[in-house]
């Protein structure tokens, strides 16, 4: 039994029952959070990757899994409490609180300790939702030959179009957004490209992007 000097530690340790509860709920939603983050980051490193093996796995539309938790349960073991307060209306009102029985809790205040805490859940992995499905990653096209880009970006149904002039053999030299983007929705992937008679392909250092397809001018070079 705790003596009457450790009451304010009891008080100290102790946390409503609901809002016990509700940081499990917490941390689950923090949990799936995580999980959906990383899948997305796993899409935009695949379309950022210009890899032989990349770029197939783009052309067959292959997107990494997504996973859910459908459910979690938790099994804690709490030490409760009752309390009263006083309300303004004269009324009094009982919440009941819960403190975690860890050593330190069970040591000082001579608890007898018989059950353990759990806590289980599972992960599984699920099909992409509609919207997820729907996610148009722009692909590294940059260096690819006009044919290589478009097969590409038609094949991942990405909208796109060249600027006046484009050949098959001529070299895209920039596009409107970096590779592994998020396309908005109705936005065209603008691609501008250089005749690959005209000289060497620039340096990777020298390529400049050009702006969204709202504001980028539809001029031909050469």
């Known amino acids: 039994m705790a003596d009457s000097n450790d009451v304010p530690q009891l008080e100290a340790l102790s946390s409503p029952l609901g809002a016990l509860i509700s940081s499990v709920g917490r941390g689950v939603a923090e949990a799936q959070r995580e999980l959906d983050a990383a899948t997305i980051e796993q899409i935009r490193e695949l379309y950022a990757s210009d890899e032989d093996l990349a770029v197939e796995l783009q052309r067959i539309g292959y997107r990494p899994t997504w996973y859910h938790i459908p459910e979690a349960e ?8 009752i309390t009263s307060e006083e309300r303004t209306d004269g009324r009094t009102r009982l919440k009941m609180y819960g403190a975690p029985l860890d050593a330190s809790y069970t040591n000082r205040f001579a608890y007898s300790l018989t059950a353990q805490s759990r806590l289980k859940f599972r992960v599984v992995p699920v099909p992409p939702s509609p919207q997820a499905e729907a996610l148009v990653v722009v692909p590294a096209v940059v260096g690819k030959t006009v044919g290589d880009a478009r097969a590409l970006l038609s094949a991942i149904g990405v909208p796109h179009r060249f600027t006046d002039g484009a050949k098959d053999v001529s070299l895209v030299t920039s596009a409107s957004a970096e590779p592994g983007t998020l396309l ?8 501008t490209v250089k005749d690959a008679g005209g000289g060497k392909l620039p340096a990777s250092g020298s390529i400049t992007r050009s702006p969204l397809l709202e504001t980028a001018p539809a001029e031909t070079r050469k």
Do not use: H, N, Y
Request: glycine share 6%.
């Open 184 to 191: 908005p929705r109705g936005t065209e992937l603008l691609l």
């Open 74 to 81: 938790a099994e804690i073991a709490v030490a409760l409490s």
